[in-house]
Protein backbone atom coordinates (compact mmCIF):
# COMPACT_ATOMS: atom_id res chain seq x y z
CA UNK A 1 0.00 0.00 0.00
CA UNK A 2 3.10 2.45 0.93
CA UNK A 3 4.21 1.64 -2.41
CA UNK A 4 1.12 2.37 -3.96
CA UNK A 5 0.78 5.61 -2.38
CA UNK A 6 4.49 6.99 -3.14
CA UNK A 7 4.01 6.20 -6.86
CA UNK A 8 0.84 7.95 -6.89
CA UNK A 9 1.96 10.86 -5.30
CA UNK A 10 5.48 10.72 -7.98
CA UNK A 11 2.77 10.71 -10.55
CA UNK A 12 0.60 13.30 -9.58
CA UNK A 13 2.64 15.72 -8.88
CA UNK A 14 4.79 15.27 -11.88
CA UNK A 15 1.62 15.74 -14.45
CA UNK A 16 0.58 18.73 -12.11
CA UNK A 17 4.28 20.52 -12.54
CA UNK A 18 4.97 19.24 -16.22
CA UNK A 19 1.19 20.40 -16.90
CA UNK A 20 1.58 23.75 -15.35
CA UNK A 21 5.40 23.74 -17.19
CA UNK A 22 3.57 23.40 -20.63
CA UNK A 23 0.53 25.74 -20.27
CA UNK A 24 2.95 28.66 -19.03
CA UNK A 25 5.14 27.79 -21.80
CA UNK A 26 2.39 28.15 -24.26
CA UNK A 27 1.40 31.37 -23.63
CA UNK A 28 4.80 32.70 -22.54
CA UNK A 29 3.39 34.27 -19.41
CA UNK A 30 6.02 32.68 -16.82
CA UNK A 31 4.78 34.85 -14.11
CA UNK A 32 1.81 33.08 -13.78
CA UNK A 33 3.87 29.84 -13.42
CA UNK A 34 3.69 29.70 -9.27
CA UNK A 35 -0.55 31.01 -9.49
CA UNK A 36 -1.19 28.04 -11.71
CA UNK A 37 0.87 25.38 -10.22
CA UNK A 38 -0.79 26.62 -6.64
CA UNK A 39 -4.12 26.58 -8.01
CA UNK A 40 -3.36 22.63 -9.33
CA UNK A 41 -1.92 22.09 -5.90
CA UNK A 42 -4.66 23.51 -3.81
CA UNK A 43 -6.87 20.66 -3.87
CA UNK A 44 -4.77 17.96 -2.18
CA UNK A 45 -3.10 19.85 0.48
CA UNK A 46 -5.70 22.25 0.88
CA UNK A 47 -4.38 25.24 2.12
CA UNK A 48 -5.50 28.71 2.86
CA UNK A 49 -3.10 30.65 1.48
CA UNK A 50 0.28 30.62 0.23
CA UNK A 51 3.36 32.97 -0.78
CA UNK A 52 6.76 32.49 -2.31
CA UNK A 53 9.76 34.27 -0.17
CA UNK A 54 12.85 34.83 -2.26
CA UNK A 55 16.69 34.19 -1.05
CA UNK A 56 18.81 36.89 -0.57
CA UNK A 57 22.54 36.30 0.91
CA UNK A 58 21.05 32.90 2.01
CA UNK A 59 17.65 34.73 4.05
CA UNK A 60 14.24 35.14 2.54
CA UNK A 61 14.11 38.60 2.16
CA UNK A 62 11.29 39.54 -0.26
CA UNK A 63 7.71 38.00 -1.06
CA UNK A 64 7.99 38.04 -4.75
CA UNK A 65 4.62 36.40 -4.68
CA UNK A 66 1.46 35.69 -2.87
CA UNK A 67 -2.12 34.83 -3.43
CA UNK A 68 -4.12 35.93 -0.70
CA UNK A 69 -1.92 39.36 1.58
CA UNK A 70 -2.20 42.56 0.42
CA UNK A 71 0.71 44.84 0.06
CA UNK A 72 0.27 46.19 3.47
CA UNK A 73 0.64 42.49 5.27
CA UNK A 74 3.95 42.36 2.09
CA UNK A 75 5.80 44.65 3.75
CA UNK A 76 4.78 43.88 7.39
CA UNK A 77 6.21 40.60 6.73
CA UNK A 78 9.56 41.58 4.67
CA UNK A 79 10.12 44.64 7.68
CA UNK A 80 10.36 41.51 9.87
CA UNK A 81 12.82 39.43 7.74
CA UNK A 82 15.19 42.22 7.44
CA UNK A 83 15.22 42.82 11.62
CA UNK A 84 15.91 38.96 12.42
CA UNK A 85 16.80 35.47 11.17
CA UNK A 86 13.92 33.09 11.28
CA UNK A 87 14.70 29.65 13.10
CA UNK A 88 12.04 27.93 10.61
CA UNK A 89 13.06 29.26 7.03
CA UNK A 90 17.10 28.04 8.77
CA UNK A 91 15.90 24.43 8.85
CA UNK A 92 14.47 24.66 5.59
CA UNK A 93 17.16 26.17 3.54
CA UNK A 94 19.35 23.83 5.97
CA UNK A 95 18.03 20.61 5.95
CA UNK A 96 16.83 21.24 2.16
CA UNK A 97 13.74 19.49 3.25
CA UNK A 98 9.94 21.08 3.62
CA UNK A 99 8.89 21.48 6.99
CA UNK A 100 5.35 21.20 8.90
CA UNK A 101 4.47 23.35 12.00
CA UNK A 102 0.93 22.51 13.42
CA UNK A 103 1.01 25.43 15.75
CA UNK A 104 3.37 28.74 14.43
CA UNK A 105 2.15 30.76 17.77
CA UNK A 106 4.94 28.81 19.41
CA UNK A 107 7.68 29.77 16.81
CA UNK A 108 9.70 33.15 16.54
CA UNK A 109 8.46 32.71 12.86
CA UNK A 110 4.65 33.92 13.81
CA UNK A 111 2.97 36.53 11.82
CA UNK A 112 0.29 37.70 14.79
CA UNK A 113 -1.24 39.96 12.42
CA UNK A 114 -1.72 37.35 9.45
CA UNK A 115 -3.50 34.50 11.60
CA UNK A 116 -1.66 32.31 10.25
CA UNK A 117 -2.51 29.22 12.73
CA UNK A 118 -0.58 25.97 10.86
CA UNK A 119 2.68 26.58 8.04
CA UNK A 120 4.46 24.35 5.84
CA UNK A 121 7.20 25.53 4.50
CA UNK A 122 8.81 24.03 1.27
CA UNK A 123 12.68 25.27 -0.16
CA UNK A 124 12.14 26.13 -3.87
CA UNK A 125 15.14 25.19 -6.03
CA UNK A 126 16.42 26.51 -9.76
CA UNK A 127 19.37 24.16 -11.02
CA UNK A 128 20.40 22.75 -8.05
CA UNK A 129 20.67 26.50 -6.44
CA UNK A 130 17.69 27.53 -3.58
CA UNK A 131 15.73 29.92 -5.25
CA UNK A 132 13.00 30.50 -2.53
CA UNK A 133 10.57 29.13 0.40
CA UNK A 134 7.37 28.42 -0.75
CA UNK A 135 4.69 28.98 2.14
CA UNK A 136 1.65 27.28 2.90
CA UNK A 137 -0.80 28.96 5.48
CA UNK A 138 -3.76 28.15 7.22
CA UNK A 139 -5.59 29.52 9.15
CA UNK A 140 -6.79 26.97 11.07
CA UNK A 141 -5.09 23.77 12.69
CA UNK A 142 -3.91 21.87 9.91
CA UNK A 143 -3.11 17.89 10.68
CA UNK A 144 -0.92 16.29 8.04
CA UNK A 145 -2.23 13.21 6.89
CA UNK A 146 -0.05 10.32 5.56
CA UNK A 147 -0.93 11.12 1.86
CA UNK A 148 -0.41 14.85 2.11
CA UNK A 149 2.88 13.78 3.93
CA UNK A 150 3.93 11.77 0.63
CA UNK A 151 2.42 14.52 -1.53
CA UNK A 152 4.74 16.94 -0.19
CA UNK A 153 7.81 15.06 -0.94
CA UNK A 154 7.15 14.00 -4.30
CA UNK A 155 6.13 17.67 -4.83
CA UNK A 156 9.45 18.80 -3.49
CA UNK A 157 11.64 15.98 -5.43
CA UNK A 158 10.02 17.16 -8.69
CA UNK A 159 9.65 20.54 -8.21
CA UNK A 160 13.81 20.42 -8.39
CA UNK A 161 13.78 17.67 -11.04
CA UNK A 162 11.78 19.58 -13.42
CA UNK A 163 12.97 23.03 -13.12
CA UNK A 164 16.47 22.68 -14.63
CA UNK A 165 14.20 21.22 -17.66
CA UNK A 166 11.65 23.81 -17.34
CA UNK A 167 14.30 26.69 -17.35
CA UNK A 168 15.82 24.55 -20.55
CA UNK A 169 11.90 24.42 -21.76
CA UNK A 170 11.82 28.21 -21.18
CA UNK A 171 15.00 28.74 -23.26
CA UNK A 172 13.77 26.61 -26.05
CA UNK A 173 10.38 28.76 -26.24
CA UNK A 174 12.39 31.89 -26.38
CA UNK A 175 14.04 30.80 -29.34
CA UNK A 176 11.11 29.33 -31.18
CA UNK A 177 8.50 31.40 -30.60
CA UNK A 178 9.88 35.05 -29.36
CA UNK A 179 11.17 37.67 -31.73
CA UNK A 180 14.80 38.53 -30.55
CA UNK A 181 14.40 42.61 -31.52
CA UNK A 182 11.50 43.11 -29.56
CA UNK A 183 10.38 40.28 -27.04
CA UNK A 184 7.23 39.86 -28.76
CA UNK A 185 5.98 36.37 -29.45
CA UNK A 186 6.82 35.99 -33.54
CA UNK A 187 5.51 34.41 -36.58
CA UNK A 188 6.04 30.81 -35.25
CA UNK A 189 3.67 31.71 -32.67
CA UNK A 190 0.88 33.10 -34.68
CA UNK A 191 1.30 30.26 -37.11
CA UNK A 192 0.74 28.01 -34.20
CA UNK A 193 -1.77 29.63 -32.66
CA UNK A 194 -3.96 29.33 -35.44
CA UNK A 195 -3.72 25.47 -35.89
CA UNK A 196 -4.77 24.67 -32.54
CA UNK A 197 -7.71 27.90 -32.13
CA UNK A 198 -10.66 27.04 -32.31
CA UNK A 199 -12.51 30.24 -30.79
CA UNK A 200 -13.60 33.78 -32.56
CA UNK A 201 -11.17 35.86 -31.84
CA UNK A 202 -9.90 39.71 -34.27
CA UNK A 203 -6.84 39.85 -36.05
CA UNK A 204 -5.68 43.02 -36.59
CA UNK A 205 -2.49 43.44 -39.05
CA UNK A 206 -0.54 46.45 -38.93
CA UNK A 207 2.20 48.24 -40.44
CA UNK A 208 4.47 51.31 -40.34
CA UNK A 209 4.08 54.01 -42.50
CA UNK A 210 7.22 54.83 -44.59
CA UNK A 211 9.15 52.77 -42.91
CA UNK A 212 11.73 52.35 -45.78
CA UNK A 213 12.09 56.06 -45.46
CA UNK A 214 13.70 55.75 -41.91
CA UNK A 215 15.89 53.21 -42.57
CA UNK A 216 17.14 54.89 -46.03
CA UNK A 217 17.57 58.12 -44.23
CA UNK A 218 19.45 57.10 -40.58
CA UNK A 219 20.54 52.88 -41.52
CA UNK A 220 18.91 49.71 -40.36
CA UNK A 221 20.14 50.23 -36.48
CA UNK A 222 18.55 53.52 -35.82
CA UNK A 223 15.29 51.14 -37.68
CA UNK A 224 15.56 48.42 -35.21
CA UNK A 225 15.46 51.53 -32.51
CA UNK A 226 12.16 52.67 -34.07
CA UNK A 227 10.60 49.12 -34.03
CA UNK A 228 11.51 48.29 -30.70
CA UNK A 229 10.08 51.51 -29.35
CA UNK A 230 7.18 51.09 -31.27
CA UNK A 231 6.58 47.41 -30.11
CA UNK A 232 6.41 48.65 -26.69
CA UNK A 233 4.10 51.10 -26.89
CA UNK A 234 1.78 48.99 -28.67
CA UNK A 235 2.09 46.37 -25.99
CA UNK A 236 1.43 48.99 -23.69
CA UNK A 237 -1.98 49.78 -25.13
CA UNK A 238 -2.86 46.41 -25.08
CA UNK A 239 -4.96 44.02 -22.25
CA UNK A 240 -3.24 41.09 -20.92
CA UNK A 241 -5.38 38.96 -22.76
CA UNK A 242 -4.83 40.49 -26.14
CA UNK A 243 -1.54 38.54 -27.63
CA UNK A 244 0.98 40.27 -29.93
CA UNK A 245 3.45 39.56 -31.97
CA UNK A 246 6.06 40.70 -34.87
CA UNK A 247 5.49 39.22 -37.72
CA UNK A 248 8.20 40.03 -39.50
CA UNK A 249 9.92 43.48 -40.71
CA UNK A 250 7.39 46.21 -39.59
CA UNK A 251 4.74 44.18 -39.65
CA UNK A 252 2.43 43.33 -36.37
CA UNK A 253 -0.38 41.12 -35.77
CA UNK A 254 -3.11 41.34 -32.91
CA UNK A 255 -4.61 38.79 -31.64
CA UNK A 256 -7.82 39.66 -29.24
CA UNK A 257 -10.86 37.79 -27.61
CA UNK A 258 -13.05 41.43 -27.43
CA UNK A 259 -14.07 40.85 -31.05
CA UNK A 260 -16.95 43.71 -30.30
CA UNK A 261 -13.74 46.47 -29.09
CA UNK A 262 -11.66 45.27 -32.37
CA UNK A 263 -12.00 48.76 -33.71
CA UNK A 264 -11.09 50.56 -30.46
CA UNK A 265 -7.84 48.64 -29.91
CA UNK A 266 -7.20 49.18 -33.54
CA UNK A 267 -7.62 52.90 -33.10
CA UNK A 268 -5.93 52.90 -29.86
CA UNK A 269 -2.93 51.84 -31.73
CA UNK A 270 -2.53 54.20 -34.05
CA UNK A 271 -3.38 57.03 -31.47
CA UNK A 272 -0.25 55.59 -29.24
CA UNK A 273 2.15 55.56 -32.61
CA UNK A 274 0.96 58.57 -34.31
CA UNK A 275 0.52 60.82 -31.50
CA UNK A 276 4.23 61.07 -29.67
CA UNK A 277 7.45 61.80 -31.72
CA UNK A 278 10.06 59.02 -31.32
CA UNK A 279 13.47 60.33 -30.18
CA UNK A 280 16.77 58.49 -30.87
CA UNK A 281 20.19 59.91 -30.40
CA UNK A 282 19.16 63.36 -31.19
CA UNK A 283 16.89 62.53 -33.74
CA UNK A 284 13.26 63.49 -34.07
CA UNK A 285 10.93 61.59 -36.05
CA UNK A 286 6.89 60.85 -36.20
CA UNK A 287 6.00 57.92 -37.47
CA UNK A 288 2.55 56.83 -38.24
CA UNK A 289 1.04 53.44 -38.64
CA UNK A 290 -1.71 51.63 -40.97
CA UNK A 291 -3.97 48.66 -39.26
CA UNK A 292 -6.67 46.26 -40.94
CA UNK A 293 -8.58 43.57 -39.15
CA UNK A 294 -10.44 40.60 -40.21
CA UNK A 295 -12.96 38.39 -37.82
CA UNK A 296 -11.92 34.44 -37.07
CA UNK A 297 -13.51 32.38 -38.52
CA UNK A 298 -16.11 34.71 -39.43
CA UNK A 299 -14.23 35.40 -42.95
CA UNK A 300 -12.07 33.22 -43.20
CA UNK A 301 -11.67 29.65 -41.66
CA UNK A 302 -7.34 29.74 -41.65
CA UNK A 303 -4.82 31.96 -40.91
CA UNK A 304 -3.85 33.02 -44.44
CA UNK A 305 -7.37 33.94 -45.33
CA UNK A 306 -7.93 36.06 -42.37
CA UNK A 307 -4.34 37.35 -43.10
CA UNK A 308 -5.19 38.60 -46.67
CA UNK A 309 -8.64 40.21 -45.50
CA UNK A 310 -6.79 42.03 -43.10
CA UNK A 311 -4.03 42.75 -45.19
CA UNK A 312 -6.18 44.29 -47.95
CA UNK A 313 -8.03 46.14 -45.02
CA UNK A 314 -4.69 47.52 -44.44
CA UNK A 315 -3.71 48.76 -47.55
CA UNK A 316 -6.74 50.29 -47.47
CA UNK A 317 -6.22 52.37 -44.46
CA UNK A 318 -2.48 53.50 -45.79
CA UNK A 319 -4.57 54.91 -49.44
CA UNK A 320 -6.68 57.27 -47.11
CA UNK A 321 -3.73 58.34 -45.60
CA UNK A 322 -2.12 59.19 -49.07
CA UNK A 323 -4.97 60.79 -50.23
Not at 205 to 224: I, S
Not at 279 to 287: L, M, V
Request: aromatic letters at 14%; hydrophobic letters at 40%; glycine letters at 4%.
Amino acid sequence: MFNYFLKYSDLLTAKIILETSVEVLKNGKVNEFFHKLMTKTQPFLKFDAWSVLEVEEDRPKYVVLSNFYNKYDIKSIEKKLSNQPFALYNVVMKTKKWKYVKDVSKTSAWFPNLKITSWIGVPLFFDSKIYGVLNLDYFRTKKLTFKEKLFLDKFQENFSRFSSDFKQLRELFYQKYIDQLTGLKNRHFIEEFFEENKNRVGVIFCDLDKFKEVNDNYGHKFGDKVIKIVAKRMKNVLKNEDEIARYGGDEFIIITKNVDKVDTILNRVKEIIKKYDIIIEGKRINIGISCGYAIFPDEGDSLWEILHIADLRMYRDKGVKRE
